[in-house]
């Protein structure tokens, strides 16, 4: 194996990353460059593998997706499987996005440099290499570990939201594809996917809201009867107290078993001071909607928590909040708060007071106030529009008493 020749190649290739006309990982022609047979062992010793963090990585990463792109030049071993233990973790590692890309409020004092558009390319070009190193790994050797399986899930799932900007179209199809392979095998091991669903819950996300709390649940992810006011602590950074936000930016993707662990980073999420982090709350929140019976929101009596979690949102107007944020976040909110009422109150069900009482405040704290404060910007205005007819139509011919706010 020429190695040298290997790393001279894979440099010039992660300086020209920020070309769109230049491959992201090594041409097939290099290949000439690599022996007949070698083993994964061999591959790990020579490549002597740098830290996920290091400047080096991305070379690492176009060097060993060569050196396994061709399954049957690779012999296992005696001691493949830890090798390749140890190349799923350090892969997944290293494609994790940055603590760079997190989003940041026009008020948040822990906010760095944004990330130039070549830096953006190259973290781009690495999450592709990595993930098709993974995925030529896969085809050499599975995972049969269930904790190196969420580890790799946690990765892959990053990738699979075409609106994060690490995210590429090349890099969704990848990670798609091989977090299809990796449900089959957690449903070979656990004999479906909420084994996998509520490791992932506990052993992933839950630590890193831990330090997140919020009052208005109990332990068991229900409504709290009187909750405490929020505690703060002189000494804790916020950096600290997130790590979701600051750190691990890519964990902003069987519900009532797991509702303890969904819930709470939920809520955090929502009650963020980010616009693009509330967003992304309010989107799941629809999503957790759609898996949750009303009765099970009347038991745990999160509907009003959810639904005070959600209406501040609508107050996030021009020009205390730029346009653009308060655009995006209220086209979450609103769609979130009407998927809130179906769940809570269903139409046709036996709660037509509250049903119509959650429109109307909707209506009059919600759009008409939003006008009244935001009504000369006219996208904002022509939004609010829109929900006016949403609401009409939902609200019926009793939607006539709101007439005399706009006269």
Known sequence: ??????RDAAQETVGKASNPEWSACLPDHMENALSDFTTLTLVFNTVRLSNASSNTVHEDLLVVELCLRNPKRIDFGPSGGETAQKLYRWTTEAIIPSKSFAKRSQFDTNAGPPLQADEVARARAKALVGLRLLRNLYQIVSISQ????????????????????????????????????????????HKGTNGLVTALLREEIRPLFAKSKNTALTQQGRKAINPLPEKFEASEQETDIKPWKYRHVHIA????DNWPLIVPPLLTLIDDETTEYKSKGCELLILLLKA??????????????FQDAVMPCLSYLPTLTPEEESLQLLGAAYPTLIALLDVRYPEGGGDCKQRTAFLDRLLRQGVLKGYVHAGEHVRIAEFLVLQIAVLVNLIGISSVKHLKARL
């Open 253 to 256: 993707s069987t519900v009532e």
């Open 292 to 305: 949750t019976h009303p009765d099970f929101l009347r038991r745990t009596g999160l509907g009003e928590v």
């Open 1 to 6: 194996m020429d190695i040298q020749r290997l």
């Open 146 to 189: 269930p904790q190196l399986l969420v580890t790799v899930v946690v990765g892959l799932a990053t990738f699979t939201d075409p609106d994060d900007a690490w995210t590429t179209p090349e890099a969704r199809k990848e990670a798609v594809s091989l977090l299809g392979d990796c449900l089959e095998i957690s449903k070979s091991i």
